[in-house]
């Protein structure tokens, strides 16, 4: 026996002869979240759970290992837990839990030792285009649990949608959250969640080690706040919360006091419901069209106050003070790289690397993470799963390496994988573009080095049947990875979707933007 298999793959397995049978087993003080899960997951499998082969688990602090390290000694009588910390048991156990299904309890007699690669591992839920109910977070919490992913992203606000209440602001959720129709059709399409939401989801994220981190886009991305607050917008323009996708132009004036009052005002509330889980505080920053800061009477005076040569200096100047307000609070703000328009970043930031525009600009990324207080990856050629699989095949998600040439290590905080919805409207199709990409991410998240995509294949199989029995279905592998013509076939209706009329419609609505605010200037 060559492998284990296990996803994501330990970092390191040392097996011995024989098997131990596991049908019967005996939890030593089952009192931790991860035991009990793991005693009602090997019941349901229909083994028992009470007497037979003992299962001992403890933490041990001076372990040669990282945080969330572990050892499992499957010996000849029992099976042996230590752990560095409580992450590490819940990650024992959460490795045990998939063998007990793929070996259907009688288990290969080895030591696992293992500790993560990277210590933030995310993925992100956008909830902005389209609204996923609580127990959908719920099962994508779970989902992340069995991948060994301990944070989710969730992206809260959209265009299309604002999905967190904000007491302050309750229009935001009253009339944000609702778009007339969408993408796909011409129904209305709405939801958020409640404070009381929220804190559900963060207390059953935090009991499987999972830290949520809150989006707040800004100050792009922002058209359901304006419609809301048109006094949000350069012109006080009365707009409708986006119903397709595609990049808009209204977006918070970076001029007025208003605007950072408001953010202010939002970001408090947010701390104050996020902030006991999370030291980060994402705020967006991706995307910012500067068209209508370049008309504005308030922006314009704001550059011309604070020095900022052009609009892109006035961006940068929204997101520092932003950072400003976010590290006196006591959290690190994360923000997505803007496109073309980074100036620089925030010293104290975590830059959250998302396009491959940057592609053969290794310097530009090297440049803006060394600057920063850390670098998240997301770079959307491996790890953009709303992607089809034309695009971007699991073996492409498998070649992800997290860590740019040329980078520091230690600057390399961690990687999300990110399910963007604009073209995801429910859970099942979420996990037909999830899985098996989730499964070939996580693991280039928690295990360093070169990786043989053969190889993870063959451990593949036992996984998808281990998740599909979670109510999580996979696609086929003939469909992860495409032939060539049919990957250029979707690469290609992809792309001609991207391209829809909302590029028409922006140019118009410039046009008409810049008719009536130019003379004011
Ligand atoms: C992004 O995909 N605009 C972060
Ligand atoms: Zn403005």
């Given at each position: 026996?060559?492998?284990?298999?296990?996803?994501?793959?330990p970092k390191r397995v040392d097996?011995?002869?024989?098997?131990?049978?596991?049908?019967?087993?005996?939890?030593?003080?089952?009192?931790?979240?991860?035991?009990?899960?793991?005693?009602?997951?090997?019941?349901?499998?229909?083994?028992?759970?009470?007497?037979?082969?003992?299962?001992?688990?403890?933490?041990?602090?001076?372990l040669a290992l990282?945080?969330?390290g572990y050892i499992i000694d499957?010996?000849?009588?029992?099976?042996?837990?230590s752990?560095?910390?409580?992450?590490?048991?819940?990650?024992a156990?959460?490795?045990?839990?998939?063998?007990?299904?793929?070996?259907?309890?009688?288990?290969?007699?080895c030591v696992i030792t293992d500790e993560?690669?990277?210590?933030?591992?995310?993925?992100?839920?956008?909830?902005?285009?389209?609204?996923?109910?609580?127990?959908?977070?719920?099962?994508?919490?779970?989902?992340?649990?069995?991948?060994?992913?301990?944070?989710?992203?969730?992206?809260?606000?959209?265009?299309?949608?604002?999905?967190?209440?904000?007491?302050?602001?309750?229009?935001?959720?009253?009339?944000?959250?609702?778009?007339?129709?969408?993408?796909?059709?011409?129904?209305?399409?709405?939801?958020?969640?409640?404070?009381?939401?929220?804190?559900?989801?963060?207390?059953?994220?935090?009991?499987?080690?999972?830290?949520?981190?809150?989006?707040?886009?800004?100050?792009?991305?922002?058209?359901?706040?304006?419609?809301?607050?048109?006094?949000?917008?350069?012109?006080?323009?009365?707009?409708?919360?986006?119903?397709?996708?595609?990049?808009?132009?209204?977006?918070?004036?970076?001029?007025?006091?208003?605007?950072?009052?408001?953010?202010?005002?939002?970001?408090?509330?947010?701390?104050?419901?996020?902030?006991?889980?999370?030291?980060?505080?994402?705020?967006?920053?991706?995307?910012?069209?500067?068209?209508?800061?370049?008309?504005?009477?308030?922006?314009?005076?704001?550059?011309?106050?604070?020095?900022?040569?052009?609009?892109?200096?006035?961006?940068?100047?929204?997101?520092?003070?932003?950072?400003?307000?976010?590290?006196?609070?006591?959290?690190?703000?994360?923000?997505?790289?803007?496109?073309?328009?980074?100036?620089?970043?925030?010293?104290?930031?975590?830059?959250?690397?998302?396009?491959?525009?940057?592609?053969?600009?290794?310097?530009?990324?090297?440049?803006?993470?060394?600057?920063?207080?850390?670098?998240?990856?997301?770079?959307?050629?491996?790890?953009?799963?709303?992607?089809?699989?034309?695009?971007?095949?699991?073996?492409?998600?498998?070649?992800?390496?997290?860590?740019?040439?040329?980078?520091?290590?230690?600057?390399?905080?961690?990687?999300?994988?990110?399910?963007?919805?604009?073209?995801?409207?429910?859970?099942?199709?979420?996990?037909?573009?999830?899985?098996?990409?989730?499964?070939?991410?996580?693991?280039?998240?928690?295990?360093?080095?070169?990786?043989?995509?053969?190889?993870?294949?063959?451990?593949?199989?036992?996984?998808?049947?281990?998740?599909?029995?979670?109510?999580?279905?996979?696609?086929?592998?003939?469909?992860?990875?495409?032939?060539?013509?049919?990957?250029?076939?979707?690469?290609?209706?992809?792309?001609?979707?991207?391209?829809?009329?909302?590029?028409?419609?922006?140019?118009?609505?410039?046009?008409?933007?810049?008719?009536?605010?130019?003379?004011?200037?």
């Amino acid at each position: 026996m060559s492998r284990l298999t296990l996803i994501p793959y330990p970092k390191r397995v040392d097996f011995k002869d024989g098997r131990l049978d596991c049908t019967r087993v005996d939890i030593v003080g089952s009192a931790c979240f991860a035991a009990r899960d793991f005693a009602d997951y090997i019941t349901q499998l229909g083994y028992s759970v009470g007497d037979g082969v003992k299962i001992n688990y403890s933490v041990n602090s001076a372990l040669a290992l990282d945080k969330e390290g572990y050892i499992i000694d499957i010996g000849e009588g029992s099976i042996d837990i230590s752990a560095s910390d409580d992450a590490g048991i819940r990650y024992a156990f959460c490795s045990l839990r998939q063998l007990m299904h793929n070996y259907q309890g009688v288990l290969p007699r080895c030591v696992i030792t293992d500790e993560p690669y990277l210590k933030f591992r995310g993925m992100l839920l956008d909830a902005g285009r389209y609204f996923y109910p609580k127990r959908d977070v719920l099962k994508l919490i779970d989902l992340c649990y069995y991948h060994k992913l301990n944070v989710l992203h969730w992206h809260l606000t959209e265009d299309q949608g604002w999905r967190i209440r904000i007491d302050k602001y309750p229009l935001l959720t009253d009339k944000g959250s609702r778009r007339s129709h969408t993408n796909f059709g011409i129904r209305p399409h709405g939801g958020y969640y409640t404070k009381e939401d929220a804190r559900e989801i963060i207390e059953y994220a935090n009991m499987r080690g999972i830290e949520v981190i809150p989006e707040i886009d800004l100050p792009g991305h922002t058209q359901a706040a304006l419609a809301c607050y048109p006094y949000l917008g350069c012109f006080d323009r009365k707009l409708k919360v986006a119903t397709h996708w595609g990049v808009k132009h209204d977006v918070i004036c970076a001029g007025k006091e208003s605007s950072y009052q408001f953010v202010f005002d939002v970001l408090s509330e947010i701390i104050e419901l996020f902030g006991g889980n999370t030291r980060y505080i994402h705020i967006g920053g991706d995307e910012v069209f500067r068209h209508r800061w370049s008309l504005c009477p308030h922006c314009r005076e704001t550059m011309e106050r604070e020095g900022l040569k052009d609009e892109q200096e006035l961006q940068a100047y929204f997101m520092s003070r932003v950072c400003d307000w976010v590290v006196d609070k006591g959290y690190t703000p994360i923000v997505w790289n803007g496109l073309d328009c980074d100036k620089r970043v925030h010293e104290k930031a975590v830059w959250h690397y998302w396009s491959d525009e940057h592609g053969g600009s290794d310097d530009l990324v090297r440049k803006f993470a060394g600057e920063s207080g850390g670098y998240l990856n997301s770079n959307s050629a491996h790890v953009y799963i709303d992607f089809p699989y034309g695009r971007t095949s699991l073996k492409k998600s498998y070649a992800f390496n997290p860590l740019p040439e040329g980078l520091p290590e230690d600057k390399l905080v961690g990687a999300v994988l990110t399910l963007w919805t604009e073209y995801i409207p429910n859970f099942k199709t979420a996990c037909v573009r999830l899985l098996p990409r989730a499964c070939a991410l996580s693991e280039t998240m928690w295990l360093k080095g070169d990786k043989d995509y053969k190889e993870f294949e063959s451990r593949l199989m036992p996984m998808v049947r281990y998740l599909k029995r979670e109510g999580f279905k996979s696609v086929p592998l003939r469909v992860a990875n495409p032939c060539a013509l049919r990957g250029a076939l979707q690469k290609a209706w992809f792309n001609r979707r991207v391209m829809h009329w909302q590029g028409l419609h922006n140019l118009i609505d410039d046009a008409n933007v810049e008719r009536k605010y130019k003379k004011k200037r």
